[in-house]
């Protein structure tokens, strides 16, 4: 795992990573009953959404989650059925970052490729008080 970055130092175009990992059919079982997801019998693939929690837990593992901070919303593309056993690499590209009003905002683009290219792709938006804004409303409590 790479070292974890600053949420409040990223800018636009750094790139988060690479993060990889594996997923098996024991993952993906133990992802099923955790989700209380239908299986749908044994289909040989792996849950798509399972790819996407994937990415989401490489952010996190990403960076320094600061207090107040506040998933917003996600998006995914999954692209093709991917088996067990399949090796990943995650990569996370900060798309956008900006601050207003006391509060930081920030999307990663988030792609999931193994050996044959591309099999996910996302958007993650977050956003946190800046850390003076923290201070400025514990000061007015």
């Known amino acids: 795992m790479s070292e974890k970055r600053d949420f409040f130092a990223l800018e636009r175009g750094d790139v988060l990573g690479p993060h990889d990992a594996r997923l098996d059919a024991v993952d993906a079982h133990t992802y099923l009953d955790a989700t209380a997801a239908e299986a749908g019998g044994d289909t040989g693939w792996l849950p798509p959404l399972q790819l996407g929690a994937l990415l989401v ?33 995650a990569a ?47 000061a007015r409590s």
Do not use: M, N, Y
């Open 57 to 89: 837990e490489k952010l996190i593992d990403a960076i320094e989650i600061p207090p107040g901070l506040v998933h917003t919303g996600q998006s995914f593309e999954f692209l093709r059925p991917v088996p067990p056993g399949t090796d990943f690499t």
């Open 92 to 138: 996370l590209r900060v798309a956008q970052v900006s601050e207003r009003r006391g509060i930081r905002l920030g999307t990663v683009e988030l792609e999931l490729r193994d050996a044959d290219g591309p099999c996910a792709r996302g958007r993650a938006s977050v956003l946190a008080p800046l850390p003076d804004a923290r201070s400025d409303a514990g």
